[in-house]
């Protein structure tokens, strides 16, 4: 597969059966196959998209000394300010080429969960950023909702099998700005080859080149999508629950050529996790004889240490 499979949201929320059927089929065929889709009829509208964007620019100018006051030690880049550099992929030692930002849940009905999570950080300089960050992560997550109930079904599951793991979850919402480049990179690039750790990923802003997925060949192929579009990858978490059937596609962002060294990349992925309790067991329904079960068990706690760890984020 060469391209990336678009769908439509919207049949899966209307009222037609076989429209709904149509795209479950159809993401969970792009998501044995290539692990990614674009996705149109979420539940972003232009001016919630157009004033992230804005205020994410906004914060990305402000002075190094400012966003650096919103970088905070101790909670492995959670929340608040990353600066440029920080996170390497898993196995590799360069660090990525870019800076970014973390908005987390915001836990509104659960006190032991409002306590396990770090406290969003608030930009004083924005009073905008705060807010538009806010809707823009609810608008993702319920996003996000729809499509794991249309992945449910697709794995023979309760429609609403997600839900209840996905209600508070540790999700987190990172825009990324990906600098200039000012001098020879070298090795390093603006995101080495990597698999998502999360159960989805949402992504605004691969309309520009600049992301490409790897297929099945090991060929890499560019993800670009349409304006209205976001690119919907399956991650660890939901390929290790569905003993591989669902891919974790590897992709990276490449730099741009030379003549575009002078441009920024602005990406705004939602990162789609569970509660820390969730059993990432391999499903039973997964497993058969020509799929042995891979994978040991863990939960999703578990799993996202491991993995800070890895990318440098979190000191053993
Ligand atoms: O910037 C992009 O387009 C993709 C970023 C990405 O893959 C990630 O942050 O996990
Ligand atoms: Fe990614």
Known sequence: MNIIPSVNLKDFTSNDATKKQQFVEAIGKAY??????????HFLDETLVENLYKEVKNFFDLPLETKQKYEIPGIGGQRGYVSFGKESAKGKKEGDLKEFWHF????????????EYPDN????????????????????EKTAKYVLRALAIYLGLEETYFDNYIHNGNSILRPIHYPPITQEPKDAVRAAAHGDINL????????????????????????IAEPDELMINVGDMLSRHTNN???????????PPREL????????????????DMKLNVLENCVDENNPKAFDDIT???????RLIELGLIKK
Do not use: C
């Open 300 to 306: 999703a706690g578990e799993f996202l240490t491991e």
């Open 32 to 41: 044995e196959e290539i692990g990614f889709v674009a996705l149109k009829g």
């Open 104 to 115: 987390g849940q915001y836990v509104e009905d659960n006190e032991a969960l409002k306590n």
């Open 200 to 223: 989805i990923t949402l992504l605004m802003g691969a309309q520009g080149r600049g992301l490409q997925v790897q297929n099945h060949k090991g060929e890499w192929i560019d993800a």
């Open 261 to 276: 060294w002078g441009t920024s990349r602005y990406s705004i992925p939602f990162f789609m996790h569970s509660i820390s």
């Open 245 to 255: 059937k669902l891919k974790s596609t590897i992709h990276r962002v490449i730099n």
């Open 121 to 140: 950080v608030i930009v004083e300089e924005l009073p905008e950023f705060n807010a538009i960050g806010k809707e823009a992560y609810k608008m993702l």
